[in-house]
């Protein structure tokens, strides 16, 4: 049986900080050149605590990003994969959605949407 779950397929990068009937929160972190293996994600919300260059992959897409630090993104619901491209290691926090809100992974977005501006 595959473990689409970040926490269970990806334990040495994945942590389950947090969690109650409506969010989970996890703890996500790497260092250069590590690969996740496919897992999924409902509608969460992305903090970013470090800056990082990713690759993302589903089935046949491919999509990269680089993101700063202390940056909030929306996470459409998806199934990835991910590659830490860049030369920092990478440090973020996924606030996942639980019921109605939490939406299928259906592989129609892959990556972050585009960020909203930062307020000073």
Known sequence: MVNDDPVGSNPDH???MWENEFVRVLEYTDVPGTRTTPHEHPNSVMVTLSGFRRRLSIGDRTFETELDAGQAIWLAAQRHAGENIGETPTHTLFIEL???AAGTADGSA????TPLPRVS
Do not use: F, I
């Open 110 to 113: 892959l990556g972050p949407e």
């Open 98 to 100: 639980k019921g109605p």
């Open 14 to 16: 994945y942590r389950l």
